[in-house]
């Protein structure tokens, strides 16, 4: 019978409310006779017949009109409350109105008071009472009971949105603010953070929904490290910023985010900073389908250029962000001329071209390969588009009198360990360079670490891993890795590329460092499973170390010396590294540009090594040897650098 009720149209249970009111409403008024008279007996029927017989003709009326049959019942709070009270006061005043009208003398002003009170407390406690009702009904079926910390207005949005989704079922709420425990919600309960884990066992809670919008990422962090001992799967809200223009919804819920466990606020961008570049300039992104490019150029086309040119080598990757460019500049309406060019960064007579056609003022290079492993295996190529890639577009705007152009960097260059991270040092010292004797570009080069959701990079790795049962691939128990979300750090680029002087190079303050098992350790808790171990071998997700890859560090850094100074952003320093002269490095260049037609890997790896001081590289040199040897024999076995 419960079930038949709960699946009733909404017109017939607003009909059966009706009806029961119909019924209750004039035993109550009965009720109130009885009280004042100590009894009830057929002379006081018949003094009092058409008053009763008009209370559900009246009273009936009005509360369909203040909206009390509207309410959802699953859904009501005390708000119902006040509208209870303004129809049982205006249907009192009617009925005494009406004893007036049809002389009921003498008429006890008692009754109508006993009424008046009597009817607001059955209205309540009826609502109330079939609330919790439904709402046991609910917990009985096959849903999910979750708890909400944040017991505000996206709290009570959320809860509202997951009764009417009916696959979850809020059970508590949780917030910090003391004068709220003890209250409802809804019906629902509000406590401490303190008794969390006993209301996990009594409620048999199974999610957590993060409710706190408002709150700093600070805060959101410290929130999440108190919740991850429960094991429970851990799901947070949109900011508020995404929740002004509208009800939250179930399906605005989202997954712990890796920025969730960083806790890094984001500082207020400069705004003359990020236009002084771009606004009303012709601006150039090589390798703008990639992950800092195509970030680069959304933000770009905010700041409103007169030309935005995209240069990316992949057809696919170029159709997608100019497609996506294309959609963002007639939402935003802005007169912005987009051209997608197909290329590389090596056709320097292509760039000649393009520089001269497009009339370039800012360039942004961040065309680069920069997985690690990949260019350990391929040398060749990650020499000759990172190092030779970018030497042709630094000539190209010298020739072109671009006014800015801006490097993105990585901090696998201080101090590099492989190929990679001393192809990206080479492209710095290279722009260091051209950065005196020459006054009509000015060069910088921007500094940071890994961003987060990247290519290849290893959150999503975990998380995929994690979903489809584990192993987590680790490399090495202590590799810790710094981390920066991809806004944020192409926000910064386009800072720190307005505040240039010439020869620039630019760290971005990427917070702490991040121990990679202690990540993959969180991803698991947060998404409600366990990490299997030898303490817990109940555990569902296995971590597997499986060493590290050819050339990878397991620190790393951002800075080859000490000499560093701030700037006037927060977020941005400044440093001082060792520069080579032109002459020196045009020459050092040109034997690198010789041996990589050859492939040469000894006198590669010699002039790697003198070139980039820092240079220590992981892999020995029989390995590159060995390489070669199969390369230039033609050999079609597959070609590893052994670790």
């Known amino acids: ?49 058409w008053l009763i017989v008009s209370i559900p003709v009246v009273s009936i009326p009005i509360f369909i009109r203040i909206g ?19 129809g049982a006061c205006t ?26 009170a009597g009817s607001i407390l059955y209205l309540s406690a009826s609502r109330f009472l079939a609330r919790n009702w439904f709402l046991r009904a609910d917990m009985a079926d096959n849903v999910i009971h979750v708890c909400i910390y944040g017991a505000g207005k996206a709290g009570a949005q959320l809860a509202t949105a997951l009764r009417a989704g009916g696959e979850h079922i809020c059970v508590a709420f949780i917030d910090d603010n003391e004068k709220k425990h003890r209250s409802t919600i809804a019906g ?56 002004v223009n509208g009800e939250l919804r179930v399906q605005d819920v989202r997954d712990v985010e890796i920025e969730d466990l960083l806790g890094r606020d984001q500082v207020e961008p400069d705004a003359r900073l990020l236009s002084t570049c771009i606004t009303g300039k012709h601006v150039l992104v090589t390798g703008a389908g990639g992950s800092i490019g195509s970030e680069l150029c959304r933000q770009i086309l905010r700041q409103r250029p007169k030309k935005l040119v995209l240069l990316e080598m992949s057809e696919y990757a170029l159709y997608a962000i ?74 190209a705007a010298i020739k072109a009198k671009v006014a800015n152009f801006v490097l993105i960097s990585t901090d696998k260059a201080v101090r590099p360990t492989n190929i990679m991270g001393t192809s990206k040092r ?69 800072q720190a590329g307005a505040m240039g002087e010439g020869g620039d190079v630019f ?3 990427m917070g702490e460092p991040v121990r990679i098992i202690d990540l ?57 590294e060792n520069e080579i002269p032109w002459e020196q490095l045009s020459l050092a260049l040109t034997a690198l540009e010789q041996a990589c037609t050859a492939f040469d890997y000894e006198q590669i790896r010699t002039l790697l090594l003198k070139t980039v001081a820092e240079y220590q590289p992981q892999c020995g040199i029989e390995d590159l040897i060995w390489q070669a040897s199969h390369v230039n024999s033609g050999s079609t076995t597959d070609i590893k650098v052994l670790h």
């Not at 962090?221 to 429960?230: A, F, S, T, V, Y």
């Not at 005196?436 to 060069?443: A, L, N, V």
């Not at 959150?459 to 680790?474: S, Y």
Request: proline share 5%; glycine share 6%.
């Open 426 to 494: 080479l492209a710095e010292l290279i722009l260091q360079a051209f950065s005196h004797g020459q006054h009509s570009t000015r060069f910088c080069m921007v500094r940071f670490g890994n961003v987060l959701g990247s290519s290849g990079s290893v959150v999503p790795l975990f998380r995929k891993q994690i979903m489809a049962g584990g192993p987590i691939t680790l490399t090495h128990p202590e590799i810790t890795r710094y981390f920066m979300t991809i806004p944020e750090a192409a926000q910064l680029v386009l």
């Open 1 to 49: 019978m419960l079930q038949t009720l709960l699946h009733l149209p909404r017109l017939q249970k607003q009909i059966m409310a009706a009806a029961l009111d119909v019924l209750c409403l004039p035993l109550i008024f009965i009720l109130a006779i009885w009280l004042r008279y100590d009894g009830f007996n057929a002379e006081l029927f018949r003094h009092y017949f």
């Open 188 to 243: 629902i309960q509000i406590y401490s953070p303190a008794e969390i884990d006993a209301l996990v066992v009594k409620l048999g809670i199974k999610q957590i929904l993060l409710a706190i919008p408002s709150a700093s990422k600070t805060r959101q962090k410290q929130i999440l490290n108190q919740l991850e001992h429960l094991k429970l799967k851990i799901k947070v809200t949109p900011s508020i910023q995404s929740l």
């Open 507 to 509: 760290v971005l303050d």
């Open 520 to 576: 993959a350790r969180r991803m698991v808790h947060l998404s409600g499973l366990e990490v299997k171990s030898e303490t817990t071998p109940q555990g569902t997700i296995e971590i597997q170390h499986v060493g590290l890859r050819p050339g990878e560090k397991l620190y790393e850094e951002l800075l080859i010396g000490d000499n560093v100074e701030g700037t006037s952003h927060p977020l941005i320093m400044r440093a001082q």
């Open 91 to 116: 249907s009192v005043l009617l009925l005494a109105f009406i004893g007036v009208m049809l002389h009921i003398m003498p008429i006890s002003r008692a009754i109508f008071g006993f009424f008046w």
């Open 68 to 86: 009390l049959y509207r309410a959802v019942i699953r859904f009501i709070d005390q708000k119902i409350i006040s509208v209870i009270f303004i």
């Open 322 to 395: 100019e497609h996506e460019l294309l959609s963002l500049r007639a939402q935003l309406h802005l007169d912005v001329e987009i051209l997608p060019f197909l290329g590389t960064v090596l056709d320097a007579a292509k760039l000649d071209r393009i520089f001269a056609a497009c009339n370039i003022d800012t360039l942004y290079h961040a065309a680069a390969y920069k997985h690690v492993p990949l260019v350990e295996h391929n040398p060749v190529e990650g020499i000759r588009n990172n190092v030779f890639g970018t030497l042709a577009v630094a000539q």
